[in-house]
């Protein structure tokens, strides 16, 4: 299901961001990326995420900024050691006065590739304090992420009645063509049956034909896929109010029944109106099993 959520505090010198986006998908994907000064605490933070997301191709990141106002932070820059700067130019200015060099001669890149001037920045990683509030931030970014899902999914919930409201109104729609096609296909088989009496001057046994237009009637009776099609709409609907786990997955399988029941619909329908009722039907579960992904 997509999502987003962010949350942020600030600790010393550096604010720290939680972010956390995900897309569709049908277990959790989950992509961390943390700043090397989070390292230590990279495995309970991945575990705290897995545990709160069921779903999705979720990226997550936790990054610093430097709110010192000009950008610089002793956090994320090498710092120049002064002592060793001042000692260097006066060591060199010296040297260069008592050899005589030009006035022109540039003494800081020389003094600035020196390895005393530059140090490594020292980062300690985080501690107790800072944790706690890193905690606290990833349950607000959560908090936030849920909140955009549950928007999303009344937004589903409202969908998805209007879809089933649709495939309910064209099922209703099939009834008409239903009764008046027996009597067609009667009609037909005796209609070509009598021919092939004329032409063969054989008569047609009626008890037979009867026995076995009653057959093919039955394999053609669709009676039961209509009351299999609206029982998987209803159990849809219900699935839908429930709460609680793998309601995504449930309803992936109840429109995967649906589909069965409809494409049956159309194997049987012997009328261009029925086949065209089933192709709308097929066109607007295609949507339903697209946006069932979205749902947890």
């Known amino acids: ?5 962010k949350a942020e505090y600030i600790f010393s010198d550096h604010k ?3 972010e956390i986006r995900s897309l569709n998908s049908k277990q959790l994907d989950l992509t961390l990326k943390v700043m090397p000064h989070f390292h230590e605490k990279e495995t309970e933070i991945r575990r705290i995420l897995s545990a709160a997301l069921e779903r999705g191709k ?3 990141a936790v990054y610093m900024t430097d709110i010192a106002g000009a950008g610089l932070s002793s956090q994320t820059f090498t710092p120049i050691n002064k002592e060793a700067f001042k000692y260097y130019y006066r060591e060199l200015s010296a040297l260069k006065e008592e050899l005589n060099m030009p006035e022109t001669t540039d003494l800081l890149p020389t003094i600035m590739r ?3 001037v530059t140090r490594q920045a020292v980062d300690n990683g985080i501690n107790d304090e800072e944790w706690e509030l890193l905690q606290t931030a990833i349950q607000q970014a959560i908090e936030a992420f849920n909140a955009f899902r549950e928007q999303e999914g009344a937004a589903l919930e409202k969908m998805f009645t209007e879809k089933l409201d649709g495939i309910s109104a064209l099922l209703a729609e099939v009834e008409p063509f239903e009764k008046n096609r027996v009597e067609n296909i009667r009609q037909s088989l005796v209609k070509n049956l009598d021919k092939l009496a004329e032409e063969t001057k054989q008569q047609v046994d009626k008890n037979r034909l009867e026995a076995e237009l009653i057959y093919y009637l039955e ?3 669709i009676t039961e896929e209509k009351v299999r099609l609206r029982n998987h709409i209803k159990y849809f609907r219900e699935t839908m109010a429930a709460v609680g786990n793998g309601v995504g997955k449930k309803l992936g399988f109840i429109a995967q ?3 069965r029941e409809i494409n049956t619909l159309g194997s049987k329908s012997n009328q261009s109106e029925m086949q065209i009722i089933v192709v709308k039907m097929k066109d607007i579960l295609e949507q339903i099993k697209e946006q069932v992904l979205n749902v947890l």
Do not use: C, H, N, R
């Open 58 to 60: 979720v990226d997550a």
């Open 219 to 221: 394999k053609l009776d």
């Open 114 to 116: 020196i390895p005393d």
């Open 1 to 5: 299901m997509t999502g987003f959520g």
């Open 257 to 259: 029944e649906m589909g």
């Open 16 to 18: 720290t961001i939680v």
